[in-house]
């Protein structure tokens, strides 16, 4: 394969850093990023569905191994990682500065939080002391979430614009509100409003895109620093299993730094040292380079993990060392393939299966939920028909998915697409 490549400049999509006006964009995240989402609603549905084969949903808490289900969400925030040096590098070309980089990296990270804590709530929530019912509530607070991020329309005629502007305002107003409004039980049966418990799945991968965009602009990108901070990250999971950082005291307990500081974000930063390969000076790397770099590093994330498995074994719940590297490697190793296929052999016309969903992945992620709740709300409890146990339960969550797809992409299509 290296072979057939005369100019390493015109092999391959070509993403670089500040300052290059020459950047392709990289088809194969878009398409592993739909893949994923992808993936993790067609789970998420299939959690659901009674007898079912183990292999098909999540390993036992604290049991030792994995099943494909539980590779899901670590492809999520590995594919997070591929994101930040491509989307840093995007922002300086295009005139952005610290400053502004930093607001957009808090403003992602609080938005992401905020919906963490949201869907947690849901928990606690009291549909007498609210005097809503969680489905009609949480109905209400994503649409308003989904007009407020939907981006302003830059080409269109004023009266539209003061249309979108004005929508945007209303579902400001209807957020506040809702959220004054929200009442929940505690175990106490005490009437409490929103408050913290965990952050959830989007606040924890809030808490580790945060971390990971901080340390690769402080290590300027280099790759050997973000190598370190990968090994870091590790440690200071098996520190806080051990103790170690006990002195933190609540801090610990209001983020989790082992956990969500440290092996969840070791995640993120095995994506962001792959997204590497696209930036800068490696932006003119030969595929066969990126490949060949792409293979070694997931095996070795793989078989690390296998090495440290007897430390606190391969456990999703606790989202353990050897858990992490080795998803890590596997995502990694995913992603070379999709690499291969789609940006190197540019064998393509079948991934606009998952393109759409990738490039509006947010939309994509809450739509399920905006289903749920939106059936819930109209007295609907089964979508399409009322199977949800063996093949024929399986075979609709299938065909759930696929609504939920189409259902993206006719919004997409339509100008409708999610930014923080």
Not at 45 to 71: C, E, N, R, S
Not at 290 to 298: I, K, N, Q, T
Not at 373 to 379: E, K, V, Y
Not at 381 to 406: C, E, K, M, Q, R
Request: proline share 4%; aromatic share 12%; net charge positive.
């Amino acid at each position: 394969m290296a072979g057939m490549i005369k100019d390493p400049k015109a092999a391959g999509p070509r993403l670089a850093g500040k300052g290059d006006a020459s950047v392709t964009r990289l088809h194969s995240l878009d398409v592993f990023r739909g893949f994923v989402i992808v993936m993790m609603i067609f789970v998420n549905y299939l959690a659901g569905v009674a007898q079912i084969p183990g292999w098909a949903k999540h390993m036992p808490d604290k049991v030792d191994g994995f099943t494909f289900v539980d590779l899901v969400f670590p492809g999520f925030l590995f594919m997070v990682g591929v994101s930040i040096p491509l989307a840093q590098a995007s922002r300086f070309r295009h005139g952005d500065t610290l400053p502004g980089l930093l607001k957009h990296i808090l403003l992602r990270t609080v938005s992401l939080l905020f919906l963490g804590v949201i869907f947690v709530n849901g928990e606690t929530f009291s549909a007498e002391a609210t005097g809503l019912s969680q489905n009609v509530w949480f109905l209400l607070v994503l649409l308003s979430v989904i007009a407020i991020w939907s981006p302003q329309p830059k080409l269109a005629e004023t009266a539209k614009r003061h249309a979108v502007l004005a929508l945007k305002g209303a579902a400001i107003l209807l957020l506040a509100f809702l959220l004054f409004r929200y009442r929940g039980k505690n175990d106490s049966g005490q009437i409490v409003w929103l408050k913290h418990s965990w952050w959830g799945i989007l606040g924890m991968i809030g808490w580790a895109y945060l971390n990971c965009s901080l340390i690769y602009l402080a290590v300027k990108g280099r790759l050997a620093a973000l190598m370190g901070a990968l090994g870091f990250l590790i440690a200071l999971y098996i520190g806080g299993r051990h103790g170690r950082l006990d002195w933190l005291g609540s801090i610990n307990d209001w983020v989790g730094v082992g956990e969500v500081l440290g092996s969840t974000s070791a995640n993120v930063m095995a994506g962001v040292i792959v997204g590497c390969l696209f930036t800068g000076e490696k932006a003119s790397l030969p595929p066969s380079s990126r490949l060949r770099f792409l293979a070694v590093f997931g095996v070795g994330l793989y078989l690390t993990g296998m090495l440290l498995r007897p430390l606190h074994g391969i456990i999703k719940n606790q989202a353990t060392d050897s858990y992490t590297l080795v998803a890590a490697g596997l995502c990694c190793l995913a992603f070379l393939a999709f690499y291969w296929v789609i940006d190197v052999r540019r064998w393509r016309g079948w991934e606009f299966v998952f393109m759409l969903a990738g490039q509006n992945a947010l939309l994509a992620y809450l739509l399920p939920d905006i289903g749920e709740f939106l059936s819930g709300a109209l007295g609907v409890s089964h979508w399409l028909w009322p199977y949800h146990s063996g093949w024929p339960g399986a075979l609709n969550t299938f065909a759930v998915t696929i609504v939920i797809l189409l259902v993206n992409a006719v919004l997409t299509r339509a100008g409708l697409r999610l930014k923080m």
